[in-house]
């Protein structure tokens, strides 16, 4: 299922982020930028110590916030580093540093020339954000930024039918003002 929300087409598929062609895929890092396991992992094993070297020079990034690097030996041009929010009960801002990681995501690959894009569900694995708040967020956020941004797909990228099914909801649930720039 896909929807197009300013002429930016926000899709949803089960497979591997690792194996996207895309512009740029957004990897669920930690703030040191130091790889871990899950997506993080999967990108660095994938992409090659090039990555790594990289993300080093950076030294690390704040929760909400996204960097980015080459993509190594994947078929995209970009990863964009993104933090999410670990989840502590929701309140701590855990929302807007969400919103935050994928609005600061999106704007990094923009500003690299980035047209197509990948996400992974963020926040959503060790780091324990509720799945279907996580969806209805990275969806409203996406759709309300990522037509003013230029993009020309925005693709989630989801590992289990069970997290697919979530986030097709989500998608299905987008109201289309929250892809007027609220």
Request: with cysteine.
């Amino acid at each position: 299922m896909n929807r197009t929300f300013g002429g930016a087409t926000i899709a949803c598929v089960r497979g591997d982020i690792t194996e996207q062609q895309v512009d740029a895929i957004v990897n669920a890092a930690n703030a040191q930028l130091a790889g871990g396991g899950g997506v993080d992992g999967a990108i660095h094993r994938a992409g090659g110590p090039s990555i790594m070297a990289e993300c080093r020079t950076i030294g690390g990034c704040l929760t909400g916030q996204a960097v980015r690097t080459g993509a190594g030996d994947l078929p995209a041009e970009h990863v964009i580093h993104a933090v999410g929010p670990i989840w502590r009960g929701g309140e701590h801002d855990e929302a807007d540093l969400l919103a935050s990681a994928y609005e600061s995501s999106l704007k990094v690959a923009a500003e690299s020339g980035a047209r197509t894009i990948a996400f992974p569900s963020i926040s959503t694995g060790a780091y324990g954000y509720p799945k279907a708040n996580a969806a209805a967020i990275a969806m409203g956020t996406v759709a309300s930024h990522a037509p003013e941004l230029g993009f020309r797909e925005v693709r989630f990228v989801l590992f289990s039918d069970a997290d697919l099914k979530v986030y097709l909801q989500a998608l299905a649930d987008v109201a289309p003002s929250e892809a007027s720039g609220r």
